[in-house]
């Protein structure tokens, strides 16, 4: 079988013919394979999905009981049958419950890493390599110029510019699933033991990610009044980068916009969202380690979606490794 004939893109997204699934559709389809729960990669409006727990749980928290009809939860490992086609779940390292998906028939493996980092994360399973065929691979950070340091140097940034500007309440942007409850853990586990306040758009999200022993310390909803004029002097609220636009953010004191991202390390970008402290922390892979990862896995052909494909595409073929972009669209990498 060739591997198009197993797993090949569509305008709704990556579609096999042979199991009649997609996998993370953009559209609403009858049945759904999801890597993990982005709003990117995981919509409401399916009529079947197939996930892991968490990731049912976490589109769950976001959509609504009526997210689809019926679903099923994959554990890491378990062999299931999907129309004749064999689906395992691994875990991606990207946020809770983010996994790859292997697909094989016929002795054939394609892989959807879905997104995916190499780096330490203690809020989710860390990233597995699984020998396959085919590895499909994002490519948010696919150039180059993309190393990301260490995350608790770019935290101990900002406990840094807490000391220096103690009048000043430090608001720092993350996105609200994944990036935000990695960003307070890293926080605890750098020493800052006092509360963390957060914006509402993260209560769930937070509430769910210590349901699943994800602690996060002591967190205080960040309602701002009259009264409490001084109660954010020095203090970290966390809250979706989008909340730090509006009047809400303005009512704190002398607020310094802090934004954790991998696109902090585009001087540029951070300029022009008005960021004063960005922190590089991405939840998905620089670089070297795609290369890393692709080396490591060693498949016969890589195919690149989302992201700057073509460097990469090209890094594959001076490996000797057939690869090709699929120029999925839709995946505009909620969580970088
Ligand atoms: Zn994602």
Redesign the pocket.
Known sequence: MKPEALLHPTPAGLFCPVGEFYIDPVRPVGRALIT?G?S??ARAGHRHVLATRQTLDIMRIRYGEDFCESEQAAEFGEVLDVGGVTITFHPAG??LG?AQIAVEKDGLRIVAS??YKRGTDPTCASFQPVACDVFITEATFGLPVFHHPEPRREIGKLLTSIEQFPERTHLVGAYSLGKAQRVIRLIRDCGWDKPIYIHGALAKLCDYYERQGIALGDLRPATIDKSTPDLFKGAIVVGPPSAFQDRWARRFNEPLIAFASGWMMVRQRAKQGGVELPLVIS?HCDWPELLETIKEIAPSEVWVTHGREEALVRWCELQGIAAKPLHLVGYE???D
């Open positions: 993990h982005h990117d990669h990207h946020v983010s879905g997104d939840d990498d909620e969580g």
